[in-house]
């Protein structure tokens, strides 16, 4: 009897077994919208319901059917390398699909709401009338994911972090259900900046962690702050379905004058290399249960370096972004060290992704540059800068994506329309096909297919269906892989309710704060008046600016206002209206705003154009201007020489300079504490004299500073590019050569130069110091 029992009770176990064995080694989880399958030890895949995407179960497993053909192709087993399943997809995909692949949309606000760059219809009708959630979809949207099969979306301004996610699961539901299923690789611009009004309470947490920008995090010498920066930014752009960066800008800031000094890392070609590294490691690399396979996974985001070969050198400081801006010049012959961020930095990294997986040229001419072809075009239509340099000296194969809109036409040097720098002659379809054999693979700010497609049968003409088919592919492959590799053709959606927890939670709100008290340089500190006690009385005068124009040509209005936030000023100090009541002055000005170089008005007069870009306060005259311009040339003008020498200017905000001074006149031998906010290098001679302690910070927030001001915390940062001594100087350096100018030196006797700043003991002398200068 007992052997009877044994010999059930086994088969039972047995069955047990089989049935078990048989089973699927997966569980589902319905989140509403979508819906998660968890696989044993495997990827979580998540779909949509509503798309007509089944779960196929191979081997007890789960996997995604995206082209809804009942099997499994080597594209949707998760189990495969990237590499693998990138080439199988890429083989399946039309023409037409590669060619949306091929797209990077333009700038897409969430909503779209009516006014400005960004608006959108909905349903045909405005944001505020459609009635729709502001997490739908445009009418624009809608139909570049579907009719052009664009995959590439460029995010702005988003409602809330709630909303983000939610247009994002919206717009993979829609994607997931068509053609092979490719999701959407969301991207932004840096969104991390200070709003200089907020305060910062330890305990609570914002709309997204605040920063300053690279610049101000350069300025701390220490390329582990600029790492974890990369790590809680990528962790938010994840919560809000963002997988690729447009960024860092890891440019040289080489040339003092050039208005996007600011985005660079500074102007020293180790500092940045090292920043550059960090910053990349820090986006790029998941760790632990988050890493799907060589660091990549689902807290990775592409890095998106920019800009190949670096943008910094621009003649006379103008921005390639206008015609008038369109040349970068070599006169020291040094596009060595430009290189040298992405050849030493972006391209070697520390972390296991080894390489940034994406890179954008700049729009310019990269003048003189081209030793094989002798061609002066555009970077991202130059064979020789990408393909011959960067992909064959260099050997990078990610990702190149061109710059926003340098296929559209432009009708003069001075409007922001298209940069179609140095093939302003061609069709749009022909500067398609002239960047795509110089080795692009994506094109900016282009939500149409058509062009890319006329392309491609341009270079069936040229060299065959077969040549070109392959060329194609080859894009293909390297677009896929950087959104396999981030996990989104396994789950691309996202939980609301987690998003709202992870964006400017309290301990990224806290290390964003710590990184702008690190941020702030001290450059003098008569007598050692700072730090200030608490409660002192203080005189903050209001600032007042001009009407005048923006950097996009747009009028800007008269402002009259103080400098900071007076509710927080008032948290630190006693706040007086009378100077004679004050212990002491705090003045809050901007370095000069000296234009964009280049004036209508000008031209209008007999003049040709060009103006001085002035990094003084005052009336400035370009004695010492190069005479003729290195670089010249464009359909729109019927001369070359682009030189300005002998023309006088005045900066847009020289009131700044009058506030300090006035200030000092009206305090006596009372301290006159000036914070600035600079965006670029500038000339200190004006106002330095008439300053007892001089702060400057690249974007904080008001109450950082007062941290500063009130010794709650201690200045330690170092100035991460040279303040020139005059215009001359400025005139007379390359720009094109780190570190060439003649440095101001102050009434103290301090020479403001690259890794100078002061804390409360003095000249800070450390490790950072003696290493990078």
């Known amino acids: 009897m007992k052997s009877f029992i044994k010999i059930i009770s086994l088969s039972l176990f047995v069955l047990t077994i089989g049935i078990s064995g048989c089973g699927p080694k997966y569980t589902t989880e319905d989140k509403g919208d979508f819906v998660l399958v968890h696989n044993q030890a495997g990827a979580t895949v998540g779909y949509s319901p509503n798309t007509g995407v089944k779960i196929l179960t191979v081997d007890r497993l789960g996997f995604k059917d995206l082209n809804k053909n009942g099997q499994l192709d080597k594209y949707e087993d998760w189990r495969l390398p990237v590499d693998e399943r990138a080439k199988d997809l890429a083989s399946k995909m039309s023409v037409e699909q590669i060619a949306g692949l091929m797209l990077y949309s333009a700038h897409q606000a969430i909503p779209g709401r009516p006014g400005g760059f960004f608006t959108s219809t909905y349903n045909g009708k405005s944001f505020d009338e459609s009635g729709l959630k502001p997490s739908a979809l445009s009418d624009e949207q809608k139909k570049f994911l579907t009719e052009d099969n664009l995959r590439h ?138 890493e799907v396979a060589n660091g990549w996974g689902y807290k990775s985001v592409n890095a998106m370096v920019k800009h190949w070969p670096g943008g910094g050198p621009e003649e006379g400081g103008r921005d390639a972004h206008f015609g008038y801006g369109k040349y970068a010049v070599y006169p020291g012959n040094n596009l060595k060290d430009h290189l040298k961020p992405f050849t030493e930095g972006a391209f070697k990294l520390n972390g296991a992704t080894q390489m940034a997986s994406a890179l954008m040229p700049y729009y310019t001419i990269s003048f003189n540059q081209d030793t094989v072809n002798g061609e002066n075009v555009g970077n991202s239509y130059s064979k020789y800068l990408i393909t011959d340099l960067l992909r064959g000296k ?22 922001f329309q298209g940069k179609c720098w140095g093939v302003e002659n061609l069709s749009e379809a022909q500067r398609h096909y002239k960047a795509i054999e110089a080795g692009v693979d994506q094109f900016g700010g282009n939500n149409e297919m058509s062009p890319v497609i006329e392309a491609y049968k341009m270079g069936v003409a040229e060299h065959g269906e077969e040549y070109m088919r392959k060329r194609f592919e080859q894009s293909a492959v390297r677009l896929l892989r950087n959104i396999f590799r981030v996990g989104l053709f396994e789950n691309p959606y996202l939980d609301v309710a987690e998003t709202e927890k992870i964006v400017g939670n309290p301990e990224f709100m806290k290390a964003g704060y710590d990184a702008q008290l690190r941020s702030i340089v001290l450059l003098k500190n008569q007598n050692h008046i700072l730090p200030v006690k608490k409660q002192l009385k203080v005189y903050v005068p209001i600032r007042y600016t001009p009407a005048g124009k923006n950097w996009f040509g747009f009028a800007t209005p008269e402002k009259k206002e103080y400098p900071f936030n007076m509710d927080i000023v008032n948290k630190y100090f006693e706040v007086v209206d009378n100077p004679e009541e004050a212990d002491f002055a705090l003045v809050g000005i901007e370095s000069p705003d000296g234009g964009v170089g280049y004036d209508r008005e000008d031209l209008k007069k007999g003049g040709n154009g060009y103006l001085p870009i002035s990094l003084q306060y005052g009336e400035y005259t370009a004695e010492y201007a190069r005479d003729p311009s290195i670089a010249g040339g464009s359909p729109f003008e019927d001369f070359t020489n682009r030189t300005y020498k002998g023309k006088t200017v005045t900066t847009h905000n020289q009131f700044d300079m009058g506030m300090v001074n006035d ?60 303040m020139p001594a005059n215009m001359k100087t400025v005139e007379e350096q390359k720009e094109d050569v780190p570190r060439d100018m003649e440095c101001y030196v102050d009434s103290e006797g301090h020479t403001y130069d690259f890794a100078y700043g002061m804390n409360w003991s003095g000249v800070i002398d450390d490790e950072r110091v003696a290493k990078y200068k």
Request: glycine share 10%.
């Open 663 to 722: 200030t000092k006149a009206k305090m006596g031998v009372k301290p006159v504490v000036v914070v600035i906010k600079v965006s670029k290098p500038m000339v200190f001679s004006e106002i330095e004299k008439n300053s007892n302690a001089i702060l400057i910070h690249m974007g904080v927030q008001d109450q950082a500073i007062m941290d500063i001001l009130s010794g709650a915390a201690e200045p330690s940062a170092l100035l991460p590019f040279q």
């Open 153 to 290: 979306v460029l995010i702005t301004t988003v409602e809330s972090p709630g909303v983000a996610a939610q247009w994002n699961n919206n717009a993979q539901a829609l994607v997931e259900g068509i053609g092979m299923g490719i999701p959407v690789n969301n991207s932004s611009d840096p969104r991390h900046g200070t709003d200089s009004n907020a305060e910062y309470n330890a305990g609570a947490g914002g709309k997204i962690s605040m920063w300053p920008g690279t610049v101000g995090i350069a300025a701390s010498f220490d390329p582990d702050l600029m790492k974890q920066f990369g790590e809680i930014a990528s962790a938010e752009y994840r919560a809000l379905g963002i997988a690729t960066a447009l960024s860092p800008q890891i440019d040289l800031g080489t040339e003092p004058r050039w208005s996007r000094f600011e985005g660079t890392m500074g102007g020293d070609p180790d500092l940045t290399t090292d920043m550059a590294r960090a910053y990349v490691d820090g986006f790029q690399t998941s760790i632990g249960k988050d």
């Open 394 to 415: 260099y050997g990078y194969d990610g990702v190149v994506c061109t710059d926003w809109m340098i296929t559209k036409d432009t009708k003069a040097v001075d409007l």
